[in-house]
């Protein structure tokens, strides 16, 4: 098993450009979850899915979108990139059952 | 005030040692507490959940809950130069209005651990 895993590793932006940054999990688990992690201040959920079919926003939504596109696959898009989106990304999952979430080795975002 | 605060680092204990860190959150009736470990260029991982209060162990790590002062920490024990690394406290808030909280993790902002050989 690959656990959770995302793409890309890193990526530079200019400001105004689009991307999609790409999460998926071969745990067959319910939840999905998108944070940003800045320094000094720990993780900041920004979207989660609860179960496929299902979004909703976190504590930092603006300026993202998301989409659940099947049970294992979630992505976090950035419509018109700003400098304050310059930040590490993880995706997290868990099963329904449980509290403990598994995270993907991030995606370091730069936006000039 | 944060809704999870832990104490400032950075946290510098020497080999051997027991390296304490503390966590505090606002919310009275938050009931899930977790302690995740962050190594640098890493992902966070679980290393302690705990849901009541006292104590629980695990190892050379031992969680404490007290929910009557609202804080959680934990205690390393025989701190090795391996366990140097951001220690995340994550709290699951209350649902609003009954519902579930699905599992939203809130994070302090860490406590970088350095332990010196």
């Known amino acids: 098993n690959a656990g959770v895993t995302q793409t890309p590793k890193f990526q530079v932006l200019k400001t105004g450009q689009s991307m999609t940054l790409q999460c998926a999990q071969d745990?067959?688990?319910?939840?999905m979850y998108w944070y940003r992690q800045d320094p000094g201040m720990g993780l900041r959920l920004i979207y989660y899915?609860?179960?496929?079919?299902?979004?909703d926003k976190g504590e930092v939504p603006n300026g993202y979108n998301v989409s659940r596109l099947n049970k294992r696959e979630f992505s976090l898009r950035l419509e018109s990139a700003a400098p304050s989106q310059t930040s590490v990304y993880f995706c997290?999952?868990?099963?329904?059952?449980?509290?403990?979430?598994?995270f993907g080795p991030g995606t370091r975002l730069t936006v000039l | 005030q944060k809704e999870v605060e832990q104490n400032s680092g950075p946290l510098s204990v020497p080999e051997g040692a027991i390296a304490s860190l503390n966590c505090t959150y606002s919310?009275?009736?938050?009931?899930?507490f977790f302690w995740y470990r962050q190594y640098s260029g890493k992902s966070p991982e679980l290393i302690m959940s705990?849901?009541?209060?006292g104590d629980k162990e695990d190892g050379r790590f031992t969680a404490q809950l007290n929910k009557a002062s609202q804080y959680v920490s934990l205690l390393i024990r025989d701190s090795q130069p391996s366990d140097s690394a951001t220690y995340l406290c994550?709290?699951?808030?209350?649902?609003?209005?009954?519902?579930?909280?699905?599992?939203?993790?809130?994070f302090g902002q860490g406590t970088i651990l350095t332990v010196h050989p």
């Open positions: 997290a999952s868990k099963r329904a059952s449980t509290d403990t979430q598994y």
């Open positions: 745990m067959n688990h319910n939840s």
């Open positions: 899915s609860a179960s496929e079919g299902t979004t």
């Open positions: 919310d009275r009736v938050s009931q899930s």
């Open positions: 705990i849901y009541s209060n």
């Open positions: 994550a709290v699951i808030p209350p649902s609003n209005a009954g519902g579930t909280s699905y599992g939203k993790l809130t």
